[in-house]
């Protein structure tokens, strides 16, 4: 993302319990985490209310149903295949996304999680920076 552009990179979330965060940064994460216990985040990319495809028993239905064709088990499988271990700490089914600001503060891009594990294509995020890191500031105008 710095490459292409990115002034600042950030991991919103919305909760930290335990060692999540510490864990996450130091693990997956080298930049910004900030927490965002109001869900503003959340509740923008998914039209002014968390997105929430399932939750408990709709999930352990689905993960135990063998017809099931969910992206959210596809991606669970995959995930467990490349050896991550999952994280059954706190709240797990609001899903979340991916913004990329413009200069003046506004979306150049938005992705939403529609499933559990659900990735925003990375082309189109780089191609979001790209264009929005050539823009120039609302100050430099």
Known sequence: MRAAGARRIV??????????VEDFRRDWW?????????????KALGGG???QPMGL???????????????????????KAKGVAGNFVG?????????????DGTAAYSFLEEEIGDHAPIEDVIR???????EKTPSAM
């Open 49 to 51: 209310a968390c997105h």
């Open 128 to 134: 979001a920076v790209e264009m929005s890191s050539s």
């Open 30 to 42: 080298r930049e910004e985490v900030l927490l965002d216990e109001p869900l503003q985040f959340y």
């Open 91 to 103: 709240e797990g089914f609001v899903t979340g996304g991916v913004y990329v600001m413009r200069p």
């Open 57 to 79: 028993a709709g999930f352990l239905v689905m993960m135990l149903n063998p017809f099931s064709a969910s992206r959210t088990k596809e991606h669970a499988k995959a995930v």
């Open 11 to 20: 991991a919103l979330v919305k909760e930290d319990v335990g060692t999540e």
